[in-house]
Each structure stands twice: as C-alpha cells, then as structure tokens.
C-alpha cells in the first residue's frame, strides 16, 4: 500500500519564474493538505483541497494556488517565486478528521529558488 | 503569532536515559495534540496524539503528558535509544471545525533530539 508520493523530489528554480509541485495521496484518502517547511523550522499550513475545492487556507498570498484531480491528486502552484520560497514543501493526506484520521506526510519537495 | 510553542530547540541525551521536550498553546479551542518524528530527507511520521480530556496516553517507550489549566503538553521518551535521534514537533488542531474536509496542523518549531551511545 503506497503511501503519499510527492514528485519532484528536488527542484531549482529561478526568481521569478513558476513552478509546479505534485501529490499522490494515500490509497482511500481523499483530501489532501500542503505544507511548507523552511530550513530549521516547522511545517507552516498553506491550504487544503477536499471534493476539488480549496476549503482551508492558511496564511500565504495568492502567488501560491493548487488544484485537486477527480482521483484525489493534488498540484501546488507557485508564482513569481521569490528567494524566500526555497523550502521543503510537503503534501499530507487523510480521510476525516476524526481523532483516528491521521494526517500522512510525503517525504516532500525540496525547492531551491536562486 | 506563534500559536505553539516548543523547547527546547536541541536536546542531548545518552542512550537509555529519558528525552523531554515540551509545548505550550494559546488557542484553546485546540482539541488535538499529536507528536510528529522527522528523520532527515523525510517528512513527518505521527508518533502518538492525545486529546484534552485525557491527562496522559502511553504508547511503548514514548508518553504525552497534557495539561489542560497550564495549557502545556509534553512528550516523554523513556530509555532512549540512538535510532531516537530525529526532530521532533509537537502540533495542534481543532478537530471540531465546521467546515468540510480534514483539519490544519499547527507545528511547534521543532526539538533536535541526539541520543549518544
């Protein structure tokens, strides 16, 4: 049973220009969550997509966009990247949100922005 | 506003002795306190979670002890081994959002554990 797959592992990426970061969730999940996680700190909420529409945001412009697939992938879009974007970008899925419905991390996307 | 706050940021412990690493929230409309592991070029794996009408929950080696009044949670890892070495982040959520889908994590910033031989 697969877990959550995230690709690509690695990216550089150019100020300025636009980048697409992809997920697989975890066979029987359906909603899937976007962290990101800067060097050294924890993993900051940047939004949540269930039934193709974003239902939670966190605190991020809206230079950073996703979309969610009928088979429950997820893409993240980030726009004008700017330095301060270089990060790991993690992608969590679950089902519910019960105290049995754990979130499943990625190992991630490792975006380097020069 | 940091809504989690973890100490202490690095931790050094010999094998076999007990790792603390401890949090504080200020939402307490948090109803769910998970510890997450993370292992360098991995993402976070969940360790153990408790909710607030429970003092403590033991799992294995690992224990969260949770203080509802003082608004503080702690993890406690007993006889600590060098396969130990991680970070470790504490979170919260409410779980009782309104709203569809699943719920948000907020992560404390994390506690370098190495466990020395």
Known sequence: DAGVTQSPTHLIKTRGQQVTLRCSPKSGHDTVSWYQQALGQGPQFIFQYYEEEERQRGNFPDRFSGHQFPNYSSELNVNALLLGDSALYLCASSRGRGYNSPLHFGNGTRLTVT | ?117
């Open chain 2, 1 to 117: 506003q940091q809504q989690v706050k973890q100490s202490p940021q690095s931790l050094i412990v010999q094998k076999g002795g007990i790792s603390i690493i401890n949090c504080a929230y200020e939402n307490t409309a948090f109803d769910y306190f998970p510890w997450y592991q993370q292992f360098p070029g991995k993402g976070p794996a969940l360790l153990i979670a408790i909710r607030p009408d429970v003092s403590e929950k033991k799992e294995g080696r690992f224990t969260i002890s949770f203080n509802k009044s003082a608004k503080q949670f702690s993890l406690h890892i007993m006889d600590s081994q060098p396969g130990d070495s991680a970070t470790y982040f504490c979170a919260a959520s409410r779980l009782s959002y309104s709203g569809a889908g699943s719920y948000q994590l907020t992560f404390g910033k994390g506690t370098k554990l190495s466990v020395i031989p």
